[in-house]
């Protein structure tokens, strides 16, 4: 796949006047960043579900985190046509995670709504802290009709749509889920109607 991916690189860098050859450079590139991403989500199910990963916990302030998560998908948000509207504590509160591996949970969320949720609609973000746990919402009316249970949306390979045009690889849920209960969290889905959303949860640390 390396490989592959480094001839396109090189097919795109040489001057080829045919516009249907430079359309099929385009498909290939495409395609094989693709590919790279899904193996790279596949590896990281594999070991987050299997406890494979290394876990290094500190005092994370989950405040700052998502913040810095909304400024990172400012521009995705933007294009996707969302509003994020958040809803934070005036003060800081803290867990004690893996900052990787929080950030992955963070990315994978925020990813899902950019791919899913409905253009023109808001995604709520809503942090909580409430009898010693501190509760992460993210909350997007889905783009498409949410035709199965969220059970079954946390399993690997399995997207909330059945049209597949988007580039999800149907991991980033289970990948969210297995990174959460790996640091000592609970990671749950809620749907009603076309109403999406994620809860995680995690240990409050003074």
């Known amino acids: 796949l390396t490989s592959i991916i480094n001839y396109v690189d090189l097919l795109k860098k040489e001057d080829i006047?045919?516009?249907?050859?430079?359309?099929?450079?385009?498909?290939?590139?495409?395609?094989?960043?693709?590919l790279k991403k899904l193996t790279e989500d596949?590896?990281?199910?594999?070991?987050?579900?299997?406890?494979a990963l290394?876990?290094?916990?500190?005092?994370?302030?989950m405040n700052q985190l998502l913040s810095q998560a909304l400024g990172e998908y400012e521009e995705k948000l933007v294009a996707a046509g969302l509003t994020p509207v958040t809803e934070l504590p005036?003060?800081?509160?803290?867990?004690?995670?893996?900052g990787r591996h929080l950030w992955r949970i963070l990315d994978n969320l925020m990813g899902n709504c950019v791919k899913y949720a409905m253009a023109?609609?808001?995604?709520?973000?809503d942090l909580v802290r409430w009898d010693g746990q501190v509760t992460l919402s993210v909350k997007n009316i889905s783009a498409g009709q949410l035709n199965i249970p969220p059970e079954q949306l946390m399993e690997r390979f399995v997207r909330g749509d059945e049209s597949r045009t988007t580039e999800g690889s149907g991991l980033g849920l289970s990948i969210a889920r297995s990174l959460t209960?790996?640091?000592g969290g609970t990671f749950r889905l809620e749907v009603d109607g076309d109403?999406?959303?994620?809860?995680?949860?995690?240990p409050?640390?003074?």
């Open 17 to 34: 006047p045919n516009p249907k050859a430079q359309e099929y450079i385009e498909v290939l590139d495409r395609k094989s960043q693709r």
């Open 42 to 51: 596949l590896v990281e199910a594999s070991k987050a579900s299997t406890g």
């Open 54 to 61: 290394s876990v290094n916990r500190e005092r994370i302030g």
């Open 90 to 98: 005036q003060e800081e509160v803290f867990v004690r995670a893996d």
């Open 120 to 125: 023109g609609t808001r995604v709520y973000l």
């Open 181 to 183: 209960e790996l640091q």
């Open 195 to 202: 109403l999406f959303k994620a809860v995680v949860s995690f």
């Open 204 to 206: 409050e640390m003074k």
